[in-house]
């Protein structure tokens, strides 16, 4: 079976530093993994997203993530925090392989504080 | 990016009353969306896959005459919830998969209140 773990339920970072969101999965086959951000009482916005390919990948607002194979991570970056980077981060996993091959997981969330 | 409307975005009703919620790909033709409820603070809980033309797949625990999904057009689904009780109040999200980017895009969600 597939999961997500955000082992940071809250990551506060001074305005102008570097953030680190942190993501490790598990699937059985390989891993289409996803970032998306959400708001105060809206629906998910897709940041970005990791098939195949660079390990580095690159997305909305100046986000990037870096998949890493051996330890089942897909942590999520950005060089220099916005107060309006402030929100719900979710990464989510979907199996390549299986019955489950449309079902997308969802990790628990991790809160991001960008403080001024 | 793929825009996805869900309407309402905030309901109030009754006890035992049912309340449908629309979810619309406005440009692009989805086979596939999800059903989603959220708690506050919360994770997304998966509550049904629905697909264009054939009945919904609903996961563990939740109950299909309950919620009852509908998917009749490539851009169209709804999920109705019926006898609506005080603990179905919840956040309901959609998402609908654009299978040409292989992304599901989001809703903005319906704030469910049964009084």
């Known amino acids: 079976a597939q999961s997500v773990a955000q082992p940071e339920d809250q990551v506060n970072v001074a305005e102008g530093n570097p953030l680190t969101v942190k993501c490790t999965y598990s699937v059985s086959g390989n891993p289409y993994l996803f970032w998306y951000v959400q708001y105060p009482n809206r629906g998910l916005q897709f940041l970005l997203k990791y098939i195949t390919g660079d390990n580095l990948v690159k997305g909305s607002y100046g986000f990037e993530a870096e998949f890493n194979k051996s330890q089942t991570s897909f942590h999520l970056k950005k060089p220099s925090a916005l107060v309006s980077d402030s929100a719900l981060y979710f990464c989510?996993?979907?199996?390549?392989?299986?019955?489950?091959?449309?079902?997308?997981?969802f990790g628990p969330g991790t809160s991001l504080s960008v403080i001024p | 990016g793929a825009v996805v409307s869900q309407h309402p975005s905030w309901v109030i009703c009754k006890s035992g009353t049912s309340v449908k919620i629309e979810c619309r790909s406005l440009d692009f033709q989805a086979t596939t969306m999800f059903w989603y409820r959220q708690f506050p603070k919360q994770s997304l809980m998966l509550m049904a896959t629905s697909n264009e033309g054939s009945k919904a797949t609903y996961e563990q625990g939740v109950e299909k005459d309950k919620f009852l999904i509908n998917h009749a057009s490539l851009t169209l689904s709804t999920l109705t919830v019926t006898s609506a009780h005080p603990e179905d109040s919840s956040f309901y999200i959609c998402?609908?998969?654009?299978?040409?980017?292989?992304?599901?895009?989001f809703g903005a969600g319906t704030r469910l209140s049964v009084l």
């Open positions: 989510a996993v979907r199996d390549s392989s299986g019955t489950s091959y449309d079902k997308v997981i």
């Open positions: 998402s609908a998969r654009y299978k040409l980017l292989d992304i599901q895009y």
